[in-house]
């Protein structure tokens, strides 16, 4: 069903741009094609995109930035 819903809106969104959030526990068995921009959100200044919004970090981290 998951992938379905995922086809379906591949499919709507030739004409248009669709932003989905999703958690990646069971997105990897998704096929995505070349017009499917995936974006991981790891909350690592240092792997992947930290957050939505660039330069953006939760300050209760202690960790320094480097």
């Given amino acids: 069903?998951?992938?379905?819903?995922?086809d379906a809106?591949?499919?709507?969104?030739k004409d248009q741009q669709i932003i989905i959030l999703e958690n990646?526990?069971?997105?990897?068995?998704?096929?995505f094609d070349s017009n499917v921009n995936l974006i991981r959100f790891t909350?690592?200044?240092?792997q992947g995109r930290y957050g939505y919004?660039?330069?953006?970090?939760?300050?209760?981290?202690?960790?320094?930035l480097r």
């Fill in 1 to 6: 069903m998951r992938a379905g819903l995922f």
């Fill in 9 to 13: 809106l591949k499919e709507q969104a």
């Fill in 24 to 31: 990646t526990d069971h997105i990897d068995e998704l096929d």
């Fill in 43 to 46: 909350k690592n200044r240092h």
């Fill in 53 to 64: 919004l660039n330069d953006v970090y939760d300050i209760t981290e202690t960790t320094p």
